[in-house]
């Protein structure tokens, strides 16, 4: 799995533990939540850097306009630490990509 895929899918995992524990939603997202899933894996799929992207949270580009980026502040705030216990793959997988970024960004394509 690339790792686009990987991180578009732990943000998917993200926003359903939050949505659930926020908005008391099913398996389903409530409108809002689906709204930020898919501006997520917009950004995500449309980032420079290709799948050798450095973690967003380490990124020179900030992509994500200021509403969309304290929304997803909210929910990394909330589902990182039981994305631990939900999926630890994910969890452990995203970890390490976040410290083991290059020093320097690679060349935007």
């Known amino acids: 799995m ?3 895929e990987r991180e578009i899918q732990t943000v998917r995992k993200m926003i359903g533990i939050y ?3 926020h908005h008391g939603g099913g398996k389903s997202l409530c409108e809002e939540c689906r709204a930020l899933s898919v501006y997520a894996e917009q950004r995500a799929e449309k980032c420079p850097f ?3 992207k450095p973690a ?3 990124c020179p580009i900030h992509c994500y ?7 997803i502040g909210r929910v990394m ?3 990182g630490p039981r994305m631990i216990y939900r999926h630890p793959i994910l969890a452990l997988r ?3 990509n976040k410290h083991t970024i290059p020093t320097t960004p690679p060349a935007v394509k």
Do not use: N, V
């Open 2 to 4: 690339k790792r686009t």
């Open 19 to 21: 949505c659930r524990g």
């Open 50 to 52: 290709g799948d050798e």
């Open 56 to 58: 967003c949270s380490q």
């Open 65 to 71: 306009k200021p509403q969309m980026k304290e929304k």
């Open 77 to 79: 705030r909330f589902s």
């Open 94 to 96: 995203h970890l390490i």
